[in-house]
């Protein structure tokens, strides 16, 4: 698709982005306000924080979700598109998210104290066994199945707490 000046895109800021590989796309910016001086991707890219300390902390995340389809956001996020056919992107933001990952990514920073980043040839250059798509695809249907889990989780651990706090009330306040 053609981007013009009127075309709405999600707008991602690094804060939107979190250490647990879930992306706010809920800003929405025309394409003239975005359309320089941010790092352009599109939906199923992962991005992947390039400076310290939002890498070393696992910024990250699937870009699911864009408005058209299209996102800008952030310069300090590297953007990896998945290839079709042969990567899986929750596959993809996975091995971006392991520890050791992280680690080699740490030790490949490049700048001074304070603004280290990841440079992006130690992306291009970073060599990985590709297991074979379907079991990609069943991968990402276990972290998609362990997500809903852990959300319905967290959704009764907060209706917990309500129903703690409105008998803590009932009784002390």
């Not at 299209?70 to 300090?76: A, M, R, V």
């Not at 079991?135 to 989780?153: G, P, R």
């Amino acid at each position: 698709r053609r981007l013009g000046s009127g075309v709405e895109v999600s707008f991602v800021p690094m804060p939107a982005v979190t250490e647990h590989g879930e992306i706010d796309v809920t800003v929405i910016k025309k394409y003239d306000e975005v359309k320089t001086g941010f790092t352009y991707f599109a939906e199923n890219d992962v991005l992947f924080a390039k400076i310290t300390p939002c890498m070393e902390n696992g910024k990250g995340a699937v870009a699911k979700g864009l408005h058209n389809g299209i996102g800008f956001g952030s310069t300090e996020f590297h953007v990896l598109r998945p290839i079709s056919g042969v990567t899986n992107p929750y596959w993809l933001y996975t091995l971006t998210a392991f520890s050791q990952f992280r680690v080699d990514a740490a030790n490949n920073m490049t700048g001074s104290a304070g603004q280290r980043r990841v440079p992006a040839t130690f992306l291009e250059n970073y060599r990985v066994s590709v297991p074979p798509l379907e079991l990609q695809e069943q991968f990402a249907a276990f972290v998609a199945q362990t997500d809903k889990s852990k959300s319905k989780i967290q959704k009764s651990l907060e209706e917990t707490q309500l129903l703690f706090d409105s008998l803590m009330q009932k009784y002390f306040g």
